[in-house]
């Protein structure tokens, strides 16, 4: 683990069972995340990128203890987080928060908006009535919002407003660690730009650490500092975003980066379009996890996983081909 590493991982690993019958037999998993190693720096927004339904958003939910990992580690500076006791795992809880994907469905239609944002400072006993009040409409002002709207329901705000809530309710607890788990996506392009600018200036402001969970590499360049991407439960490919998005070394990468619209009419992207379907996670392919769709597969690749493999300078692949 190199200095400055806030969250570590090794060899996680997340399935759920499959039962059927009358008493519920175990019968197969499905392996949403399936062994990785992934390190996150201090400071820094590590975009993890990948189609529907790869894991992205349950490796997510492991790292603030959403999640109970099948097996594997994780480690949040340089100390395990996985079986401690309750206490230990509230302190946890207290430096890595999530901002949720949907701002209709996170917040509670029932409360207002002051007991939304202020109930994780309650509950983590941080101070008074008054602090908590002082707190609540600080934040409020910091992602911006007006004090009046404190006393609102949520279905008094529009998606943007809501998700605005939802990054002051994650962040009323000074984590250090936050989980972005596409916290735009179901926004209006011209909100977006304001979130993620928003984002960026809070990151500044606490010195904060992200995970920018998304499937839209155009939206994670732009955040972003590193990129993971992510196939079937595994990181296939991981560097800084210059190299990734410039650069791309895995024919699921190059998929990717050919399928992102340019703002520019006059420039021509070549598409690559993957035949065959998405593999079930239930029964993942032999060898390489990407081989039924790689038009450049060979025959070690349905016979043998490669590696997550070191091809430049932090640039790690996991691709025969680099081997």
């Not at 008054?130 to 279905?155: K, S």
């Amino acid at each position: 683990m190199e200095t400055g590493t806030l969250i570590f991982c090794k060899n996680l690993k997340k399935y759920y069972p499959i039962r059927k019958g009358i008493f519920a037999r175990t019968v197969a998993y499905v392996k949403a995340v399936d062994g990785i190693e992934l390190d996150i720096r201090r400071g820094e927004t590590l975009g993890l990128v990948g189609e529907s339904g790869c894991g992205k958003t349950t490796l997510g939910r492991l790292f603030p203890c959403l999640e109970d990992p099948t097996s594997g580690e994780i480690c949040m500076e340089g100390r395990s987080i996985i079986g401690v006791s309750q206490k230990e795992l509230r302190a946890i809880r207290r430096d890595a928060q999530i901002i949720f994907q949907d701002p209709y469905s996170s917040l509670n239609p029932r409360k207002k908006v002051k007991t939304i944002i202020g109930e994780p400072f309650l509950i983590h006993h941080l101070g008074s009535k008054r602090d908590l009040h002082e707190r609540v409409i600080q934040l409020l002002t910091e992602v911006g919002l007006r004090e009046e709207h404190i006393d609102r329901f949520p279905h008094e705000f529009s998606g943007g407003q809501r998700q605005r809530i939802g990054i002051a309710r994650a962040l009323i607890l000074n984590p250090k660690f936050v989980i972005c788990d596409e916290p735009v996506s179901a926004l209006d392009v011209s909100i977006q730009a304001q979130v993620l600018n928003l984002l960026r200036d809070l990151q500044k402001k606490y010195q904060l650490t992200y995970l920018f969970i998304s499937h839209d590499l155009s939206v994670v360049e732009h955040v972003s500092d590193r990129i993971a991407v992510m196939y079937l439960g595994k990181i296939v490919e991981l560097g800084n975003k210059q190299t990734i998005c410039r650069s791309p070394q895995h024919p699921y990468t190059e998929a990717l980066l050919s399928a992102t619209p340019i703002a520019d009419p006059f420039i021509e992207r070549k598409r690559i379009f993957l035949t065959g379907d998405i593999p079930s996670p239930i029964t993942p392919p032999e060898g390489c996890s990407f081989n039924t769709r790689c038009s450049r597969a060979m025959d070690i690749c349905r016979k043998e996983t490669p590696p997550l493999k070191e091809v430049a300078a932090g640039h790690l692949v996991r691709c025969f081909l680099h081997q």
